[in-house]
């Protein structure tokens, strides 16, 4: 009985041990993936920083787009390549690094680490109210502690838990989605996963791409500047110094694009009749796209700044029209 | 000191090892009660001073009632206790309501002001002693004579704050022994621990933040949104509640002893009765043996009792009309229920549909329990029948953690009330735990207190 007893008591406490240790080991597994890993694994929890990890992965000659929500509803990379191809006998390889609500410094920041990354050759940029306004500022480089301040002791603890583990400065990476986005990293070269990088996933099923005809685009004529006179926009002038100083020393080509809108949203609070700054005069590398002007049917529009999903095709298919003069001018 | 923090963590365990390398019970004890009185004292240690002076009050009382044998002892002990949580619960309410009912004559009456503020658990450890007492007084249990088992008794920390409320009984014997260190229980401890902080960290308290938004502006929410708060505070309270006894449970475990469940699947219930019977049932049992039994139970005026058990229990939750109402409500539909049963009239409904019936009723009920008091409930009544008009839409993440919480019970409820997580195989114990564990990282945020500590 004794001898039965002393063998349950080991078995318990085998299993107990055995259990302890296997967390233990997983666990440190795991903190020693999160710390080789912490770049890559944080920009899980910030799309614009997820997709330039997503950018890095891509081989070859990229054309990349960069802005706000305006870019991300107006542009489907899938059927701007598509169309490049059959209608303009251009092969393009298009990645969107757009993301919804950039502050000015967020927009500075992509620009910066796209002319980074040397698969990049032309880079498409939105020139517009959203991306020079500082309505939202975000930083990247703080982590964010794990609970509100309280007492001192209660800081000191999460402050040492948060400085000694990269999994817990990790945190917000972690979610069922963090599984997908890896698979998505390891097939960023082949794939776009252009509806998937747009969280209203739901609102682009694009059924129109299997009915789509070639259109008349004819009517749809953006303003062109290769000169100097650029559009206006609500921008402090030293904004633009900023953007040019990033811009300077870029090799590849710059287009700016100014997406199509019923009536621009004034961020500053100032009259639209207050004119911005404009690129200094030296400043003779990219050229202007201008489509605020042209003349958009409302189905084509959810709002005032953002086209729907209809107009999203249409924008791409012109888009892909008058990008393809610039490529193939470029070239 | 609350559980989801990391003071806590870094207490128990350490605390833990300290009480394990102890041989004798006696040493054990110290090491207990110094760790429950270092949590309790955490937050604000004044209210230490109260929950001493309680605890000594009663372990003399224990010791005159035994030797005494006389209900006017008992009668004055237990208005002691009453008396304490009503000065500290229930005054400012009590001084309210005379306010606005000589108002009624338009007549002021002053009132003196002062620091209203509730002792921490003051709810449970009033009942747990007022149990112990009439335990004693009818011979259920001799009383304590050691006091630091005593305070021990009435101080672990696991359960000190918000229950389950446990009968010296209970725990008493488990507390005098010593008890050698069980490795299943250890392991099932820690299971139910992490469980209960994932239930806790990652349901409840994500939760919170939509359902504190809908019930501080009702008038925001369309109809769709109202009840999608609401059933989202329905998932939120049990959650909360069952998480922190999951985790005292837990706790429990650590150190050897075992604590009462709290919960059996009360959601699934398919009447109020059984409802009452799977949801805080330390506290239904409670309520039953000292206050229905007391008051002739079944024997005599049976839903009279019934009503006011429940009005009580509605009371004791809060100083407040909402839970008043709240109370008297339940009181009723329990007693109609057993009427009906009694005249042996029965709805012919699939199960299923008994359950969703019950679990309509309790939601509605809740938005008294919830809002902070009448004018918000009513608002919130308003918004339920679709009398505002917002165009917003009910948060997908609030459908996802209602739907995460569904998914949880149904796979892992029973787990919780039983040994069978021991019976699975070490594959499937660590993924569990390790998703549990990661969610608990991942969703931890906010500092958002126990929704029973109020109480």
């Not at chain 1, 004529?221 to 900023?242: A, C, F, M, N, Y």
């Not at chain 2, 002893?257 to 506290?283: D, M």
């Not at chain 2, 009427?339 to 008994?354: R, T």
């Amino acid at each position: 009985m004794i001898h039965k007893s002393l063998y349950y008591r080991n078995t318990k406490m085998k299993n107990l041990l055995l259990f302890i240790v296997t967390l233990m080991v997983l666990f440190a597994g795991a903190e020693l993936f999160a710390q080789k890993n912490f770049k890559v694994l944080k920009s899980f929890s910030d799309p614009a920083v997820f997709k330039l990890e997503l950018l890095k992965k891509r081989s070859g000659n990229n054309l990349v787009f960069l802005g706000s929500s305006r870019f991300l509803d107006a542009v489907s990379v899938e059927y701007l390549n598509t169309w490049s191809l059959k209608e303009n006998e251009l092969k393009l390889k298009s990645f969107d690094a757009s993301f919804r609500g950039p502050s000015f410094d967020e927009y500075l920041f992509s620009i910066k680490e796209i002319l980074k990354i040397k698969n990049t050759d032309f880079l498409v940029l939105e020139w517009s109210n959203a991306v020079f306004s500082d309505h939202k500022k975000k930083i990247k480089e703080v982590s964010a502690g794990i609970i509100k301040k309280t007492d001192s002791i209660e800081n000191s603890l999460q402050s040492f838990v948060l400085s000694q583990s990269a999994l817990v400065r990790l945190r917000k990476s972690i979610s069922l989605r963090s599984l997908h986005k890896y698979y998505m990293l390891k097939t960023s070269d082949k794939n776009t996963h252009d509806l998937w990088l747009n969280p209203r996933i739901f609102k682009n099923i694009y059924t129109e791409y299997k009915h789509q005809s070639k259109k008349d685009l004819s009517t749809f004529k953006p303003e062109i500047w290769e000169s100097l006179s650029t559009p206006e926009v609500h921008g402090q002038p030293d904004k633009i110094v900023r953007l040019v100083e990033a811009l300077d020393k870029a090799k590849i080509k710059v287009i700016f694009v100014r997406p199509p809108v019923v009536k621009e949203k004034n961020f500053l609070g100032e009259s639209f009749s207050s004119p911005v700054g404009k690129f200094p005069a030296k400043f003779d590398k990219s050229v202007f796209i201008d489509y605020s002007k042209v003349s958009f049917p409302n189905y084509l529009m959810r709002d005032d700044v953002h086209l729907s999903v209809q107009g999203k095709v249409l924008f791409s298919q012109i888009l892909a029209r008058d990008l393809a003069l610039q490529i193939r001018g470029a070239e | 000191m609350i559980f989801n923090s990391f003071s806590f963590i870094a207490l128990n365990f350490i605390f833990l090892l300290l009480f394990w390398l102890q041989r004798k019970v006696t040493h054990r004890n110290l090491v207990l009660l110094s760790a429950s009185l270092i949590f309790y004292a955490w937050s604000f240690w004044p209210a230490l001073l109260l929950f001493l002076l309680m605890l000594m009050f009663n372990y003399a009382a224990g010791q005159i009632i035994e030797k005494q044998k006389n209900r006017l002892f008992l009668f004055g002990a237990v208005s002691v206790n009453l008396s304490v949580l009503g000065i500290f619960k229930y005054s400012r309410f009590i001084l309210e309501c005379l306010v606005d009912l000589v108002g009624l004559f338009n007549l002021t009456m002053p009132v003196p002001s002062f620091n209203y503020w509730l002792p921490l658990g003051i709810s449970f450890y009033t009942f747990q002693m007022i149990a112990y007492l009439v335990d004693v007084y009818r011979g259920d249990v001799k009383s304590e004579k050691n006091v630091i088992t005593f305070a021990v008794f009435k101080s672990f920390y696991a359960q000190l704050v918000a229950g389950p409320i446990v009968r010296a009984s209970e725990l008493l014997p488990q507390i005098k022994r010593v008890n050698k260190f069980d490795p299943q229980k250890f392991h099932l401890g820690l299971y139910y621990l992490i469980a209960g902080l994932f239930i806790k960290v990652a349901i409840a308290d994500s939760i919170s933040h939509f359902v504190d938004y809908s019930f501080e502006n009702p008038e925001l929410l369309n109809f769709l949104n109202a009840w999608g708060s609401l059933y989202g505070f329905a998932v939120q309270i049990l959650a909360d509640f069952w998480g922190y006894s999951t985790i005292a449970i837990g706790i429990g475990l650590l150190y050897g002893v075992e604590l009462p469940i709290n919960f059996k699947n009360p959601y699934a219930a398919s009447s109020i009765g059984q409802f009452w019977r799977t949801w805080h049932i330390t506290l239904s049992t409670w309520l039953r043996d000292y206050l229905y039994f007391p008051l002739g139970g079944g024997r005599r005026h049976k839903y009279r009792n019934i009503i006011i058990t429940l009005s009580l229990a509605g009371l004791w939750h809060g100083a407040s009309w909402n839970f008043i109402i709240y109370g008297v409500l339940h009181g009723v539909w329990l007693a109609c229920e057993k009427k009906l049963q009694e005249k042996g009239f029965s709805i012919n409904l699939p199960l299923l549909c008994k359950q969703l019936l019950v679990f309509q009723g309790l939601s509605v009920l809740r938005v008294f329990f919830r809002a902070d008091d009448l004018p918000t409930a009513l608002s919130y009544f308003k918004s339920l029948l679709g009398g505002y008009n917002s165009g917003q839409t009910v948060p997908g993440d609030l459908l996802s953690l209602i739907f995460s919480f569904v998914v949880f019970n149904y796979f892992f409820e029973r787990s919780l009330r039983d040994k069978s997580f021991l019976n699975w195989s070490l594959v499937k114990q660590v993924a569990v735990t390790t998703v549990f564990i990661l969610a608990i990282i991942s969703f931890a945020s906010a500092k958002i207190s126990f929704i029973y500590f109020e109480f």
